[in-house]
């Protein structure tokens, strides 16, 4: 990828759909929150493809698979797990084939609840789930996306589970609230980033930040591209939630206030751009539009 190169993400699959009118209920985080969203796939799947072909036409160049709550805990057995996974990498990757260059990515999500490291099973317990879901989007998608992993931890099992299906691999860690720039765990950045045992040309080929206030984005993301060896890019697709646990989206954050924060990190040398919950095509529009016109946009 040229330095000036920049890889646009979608924003948050389960909120647009939410938009369209695909239930979401429950407490910020918690494991049922976006059942009828992982079911969507199966029941309601031209919704689904309608989502990702409206970010796609936002300018999106990725599509992450619209299968954040399809694991064990939320779905049921592993045999629905992987019939719903299934069913959202077809989905995915029916729209993306429509655009020239655009790329899939399969989401490997937290197991249980979000934000909750305190929730985060077993080495053993991540290491067999995490391989059922990469195995089942891995056929799907172009890289591989272990996506809002609270804890170093449960980063590692998942980017150890995904690298086995040979696809390039992306880690993004959820940032505290707080104000220091550390993960949910409370984690440095410097200790999340050990553990990976990071190396030009090994199975990790990017280090991000999700689903986290873009104000602590600011604070963490300077460590990361300080951190990450040359050849390993960096990026973040914060949220648009209020923050302190509140579900509301913040009134703030418009597109335009999306796109200038992107420009910034993307200035730091962060080059794979998007948004999470709360963040929709308008904001992809407007970031597409900020940040190409100053630094380009990576060729298919």
Not at 31 to 45: H, K, T, W, Y
Not at 152 to 169: D, F, N
Request: hydrophobic share 40%; net charge negative; charged share 20%.
């Amino acid at each position: 990828m040229a330095t000036s190169d920049i890889i646009i993400l979608d924003g948050g699959m389960g909120h647009l759909l939410r938009r369209k009118g695909i239930e979401v209920k429950g407490e910020l985080g918690s494991s049922e929150r976006f059942l009828g969203v992982a079911m969507a796939n199966i029941e309601q799947p031209s919704i689904v493809q309608e989502a990702h072909e409206e970010y796609l036409k936002a300018g999106a160049q990725v599509i992450t698979t619209n299968s954040y709550a399809c694991v064990p805990s939320i779905v049921g057995n592993d045999e629905r797990t992987i019939e719903v996974i299934r069913a959202a990498g077809k989905i995915a990757r029916a729209a993306a084939d429509k655009y020239p260059g655009a790329m899939v990515a399969g989401s490997l999500p937290p197991l249980h609840e979000s934000y909750r490291p305190d929730r985060v099973g077993s080495d053993a317990e991540n290491i067999k789930e995490y391989r059922l879901i990469a195995e089942a989007i891995a056929p799907f998608s172009d890289v591989l996306l272990c996506e809002t992993m609270s804890c170093a931890r449960e980063a590692a099992a998942a980017a150890k589970a995904a690298s086995v299906t040979g696809k390039p691999v992306w880690v993004s860690w959820a940032l505290s609230d707080d104000s220091s720039g550390n993960l949910v765990s409370g984690e440095t950045v410097e200790e999340a980033v050990k553990v990976l045992d990071l190396k030009k040309g090994g199975p990790v080929a990017a280090c991000l930040f999700n689903c986290s206030l873009p104000e602590c984005v600011d604070l963490a993301l300077p460590k990361l591209q300080k951190l990450v060896p040359k050849g390993i890019a960096t990026g973040a697709y914060a949220n648009g939630f209020c923050g302190g646990g509140i579900s509301e989206y913040r009134a703030d954050l418009t597109p335009q206030m999306y796109a200038h924060r992107c420009q910034q990190w993307a200035r730091g040398g962060s080059r794979i751009l998007g948004g999470c919950c709360g963040v929709f095509p308008e904001h992809i529009v407007a970031m597409c539009s900020t940040c190409i016109s100053e630094h380009g946009v990576r060729g298919a």
